[in-house]
């Protein structure tokens, strides 16, 4: 037989979906893939009933439907206050994730450098090595996880093609402050690189937390490639409804990428989904006011159970530090917490290019009922999961 692909030997399966089915195998309250278990808003579902009886059954536009790409065009604006083409600056894709690959693919040739801030959402560093190109890593500083400039600005000495900037950042809820991304702005322009933005937290955020869009930084809209995503914003995860943002030179390249990988997004689902994209403020506010009460209900769990733990100023997820149990592979104790406790969780290593292992990753995008249900099974974690 001849060989496989180099470039995808040291690939494994995604760790996040592993400990879901995990989760699944021991009936554990399942806190490791970020879905809600709560139904998306009712307007949504009304409008997807309706769009089964009418003529949106076939493929729409490659690069995604005209009410659709029109209603995104308008929320993009009045959010980031940027002018937006929506012929000529928008592709609707299958999910972020295809977002970021096809961005990827659409800038970087094979040995190009991009920087990777650490820790990570799995996909970017598969993403760089698909594309052919090299991940140089820079890492963010627990527990606030800043970056020390002096480090940034180092990796940006090797002349990256781009770098990727998840905002607020999963796993660790960070959310760049405005000088923060002004720092990444001046190397990306002085050294010349793209940035490639993941900002599908962009309404998930804790007072006094602001979300600042990159390409809305002066001379950042020509060189800024958004990956968005209406996944978490509209509890859809299962819809994969992403889409990228950029000047029309990128998006004309991403558009060919985007056709050769997937051809086009669903159909009926971008037309329903038109009805989000046009809600008003109050559903944005409201959104940011129920998430805010989920942190502060597990946080506060946590707490009285004493696990250590981040504060995430975005997102929905939390960090647990496992130290206290002495287990050398967290991995082992996620599915030990899984088995014995009940809980699903991801093990932070999956997250961190630096040999790390403190940390379990939980998150709280669930009923109220079903997080009372994990702190409750949580109470017992130190009389069933004895010291590695």
């Known amino acids: 037989m001849p060989q496989l692909s180099d470039r995808t030997t040291t690939f494994t ?7 879901t089915r995990i989760s699944n195998q021991y009936n554990a309250v399942n806190l490791s ?12 579902l009304n409008r997807l009933a309706e769009v089964t009886k009418e003529d949106f059954h076939q493929y729409s536009t490659t690069w995604g439907s005209q009410n659709f790409r029109d209603a995104l065009a308008r929320k993009i604006k009045h959010f980031s206050g940027i002018d937006v083409n929506p012929n000529e600056e928008l592709v609707v894709t299958c999910g972020s994730t295809e977002a970021m690959m096809a961005a990827m693919m659409s800038v970087t040739n094979p040995g190009d450098k991009v920087i990777v801030f650490s820790p990570f959402y799995e996909n ?8 052919g190109a090299e991940p140089v890593y820079v890492p963010l500083i627990p527990p606030e996880f800043n970056f020390d400039v002096d480090v940034l600005e180092n990796a940006f000495k090797q002349h990256p093609k781009a770098i990727i900037v998840c905002n607020p950042s999963n796993p660790c809820g960070k959310v760049f402050t405005r000088k923060e991304l002004e720092i990444i702005a001046d190397f990306a322009k002085k050294y010349d690189s793209f940035v490639i ?41 299962g819809w994969r409804l992403g889409y990228t943002h950029a000047n029309p030179e990128i998006t004309d390249r991403i558009k060919k990428v985007h ?3 997937t051809v086009g997004a669903a159909h009926p689902l971008q037309e329903a989904a038109v009805t989000g994209l046009q809600f008003g403020d109050e559903y944005y506010t409201e959104l940011q006011e ?9 946080l506060e769990g946590l707490d009285s159970i004493g696990l250590k733990h981040t504060v995430p100023q975005g997102a929905y997820y939390v960090l647990i ?68």
């Open 124 to 131: 970017y560093g598969a993403d760089t090595i698909l594309s």
């Open 13 to 19: 399966d995604s760790v996040i979906r592993r400990m």
């Open 321 to 388: 530090d496992i130290s206290e149990f002495g287990y050398e592979s967290d991995l082992e104790f996620a599915e030990i917490l899984a088995r014995d406790v009940g809980v699903g969780s991801v093990p932070g290593s999956s997250f961190f290019k630096e040999p790390e292992n403190r940390y379990i990753r939980l998150h709280f995008a669930k009923k109220d009922e079903t997080l009372y249900e994990a702190l409750n099974r949580l109470e017992s974690i130190r009389s069933k999961i004895r010291k590695g």
């Open 290 to 298: 129920k998430y805010t009460h989920k942190r502060n209900l597990f």
């Open 33 to 44: 893939q970020g879905f809600p278990d709560f139904e998306p808003p009712q307007q949504i």
């Open 259 to 261: 056709d050769f990988l």
């Open 197 to 237: 933005t993941d900002e599908v937290y962009e309404h998930i955020l804790y007072k006094p937390n602001v979300h600042t869009y990159m390409a809305s930084l002066p001379g950042m809209k020509e060189r800024t490639i958004t990956c968005n995503s209406l996944s978490k914003t509209y509890s859809i995860t």
